[in-house]
């Protein structure tokens, strides 16, 4: 038994051995790089301020500007990274006046070159690259040019921002750095066209006193103006100018400039002289006074040429007249001549020879306004209308309806006019049909028709209750117990005339 079973795994394994099919076999293997690093460029810049190249944040500081006025500033765009990078600049409101915002004017200039000048919230320079050195210097000059009113005492608050990127990147993908200068410009006071205006010139000087000029400024606004630096050309000897170094003129009121002294002069002695200016100097055939301001913006100036008002009587009686602006300035001038202007609030003795309001009202302007506006409105000439006897030149002659009663006008003697047929007049039968006038004629024609010849002498002709009036186309009739046609008879005005008077 045991050799069969130890034959048969013989007989086994020797079946296996031959009947053996394919195998696999699988090989594995690790290697380490110990103490390895990896390292990228980094994208980064500073903004300095130049001087001593320390950070800043805040480019603009700005009060006060004023039209004409400038303010400028200079930033540093420092490379920081590896990377070099190009970059834009933008400036983008933050708070503020959109009014002032939108006038503000801006220039950049990046290492002398000039980039930008145009209006502030335009300003977007791009792409700027820095390329080769590790910095750029950048100077931004802030202006305003326009003088409207609305931009008085005004504040905007603007960022300048930089942003930069790598070369072969973009904008808004790979590295990238974004740094901002924070501004703020703030608007003063100045003086707008009409603010002040030359409102009274003694161009003329006082009777008898030729050097007792003087010009009186008005303040248009609400609001007090300083006078400091201001100037008026052409007030001095020929060109010159007269400055005014100091002072203010409140709302509404007044600023005397005088050649003299009130105490030297016929001005009442209590009339306060802001400046007397011993330079003046007015041309009696006119002067162009322009008043700038402390800017050297003009503010308002009189006509060139001649005086555009006022009076110098030389003969007897003299007289002296400002030249006095209207109550709305832009409709120009007049003399003074109302009585009001011709006190002793304004003059010393002798009062009645100078004109003039220095340092107050002008009185003038309403009632040249009244004469002018009654000369215009003025009812023309009504001429009344002629009597029914005394027909004028052009005027139609009326045709009234004759009375039963009436009789034909027969004048005494002959007329001196040619008469055809020297016949008597019949003189017509009573009926209920009124019997018509002869005919009247001034030249002989054919047809029986009424003309007056008008001359330039007036005819008056009075009306009697027995006249009948002069009518057209009136035909003399033969009478009833005749057989014969009656001429027309031809009577002159002249002869009707001599005839009633007769």
Known sequence: MNNLLFKSAIIVFIANFFFVGSTYAYLTDGESSMANTFSASSLDFSLLNPPDNTPITQLFSVTGLTP????????KI???????????????????????????????????NELYDG???????????????????????????????????KNCNFNIVYRGWQISGSSTSGFYDVETLSNSVATGSWASPGDVVINEVMWMGSVGEPEDEWIELRNTTDNAINLAGWKIDRAGE???????????????????????????????????????????????????????????????????????????VTTVPQSDKSMERNDDPATGWHACVSAECNTEEFWDSPVGQNYGTPRSQNHSDEN????????????????????????????PVAEPTPSPDSSPVVPSEPSPSPIPTPSPIPTPESSPEPTPAPEVVVDPTPIPEVIVESTPEPEIIPETPQEEPVTQETQSEPSSD?????????????????????
């Open 482 to 502: 005749s057989g014969d046609s009656q001429a027309p008879l031809e009577i002159s005005i002249f002869d009707l005339i001599k005839y009633y008077y007769a």
């Open 368 to 395: 040249i306004k009244g004469v002018q506006e009654k000369d215009e409105t003025s009812a023309p000439l009504v001429v009344p209308e002629p009597a029914p006897l005394a027909p004028q030149e052009n005027d």
């Open 238 to 312: 020929g060109a010159g100018a007269i400055t005014i170094s100091s002072g203010s003129i409140p709302a509404h009121e007044y600023f005397l400039i005088a050649r003299k002294s009130a105490t030297a002069s016929a001005v009442k002695n209590s009339i306060t002289v802001d400046l007397v200016a011993s330079g003046m100097r007015l041309e009696n055939g006119g002067e162009a006074l322009v008043l700038k301001d402390d800017t050297d913006f003009v503010v308002d100036s009189t006509p060139a040429g001649s005086w555009p008002a006022g009076t110098h």
């Open 78 to 112: 420092n490379k920081e990274g590896s990377l070099f990078f190009q970059y834009k600049v933008t400036a983008v409101k933050t708070s503020g006046d959109d009014g002032l915002c939108n006038a503000l004017r801006v220039r950049a200039v990046a290492d002398g």
């Open 119 to 153: 209006n502030l919230l335009g300003l977007s320079i791009s792409p700027y690259k820095l390329l080769s050195g590790t910095s750029d210097n950048w100077t931004f000059t802030v202006r305003l040019d326009d003088t409207g009113a609305e931009l008085k005492n």
């Open 68 to 75: 004409g006025d400038s303010r400028s500033m200079s930033a």
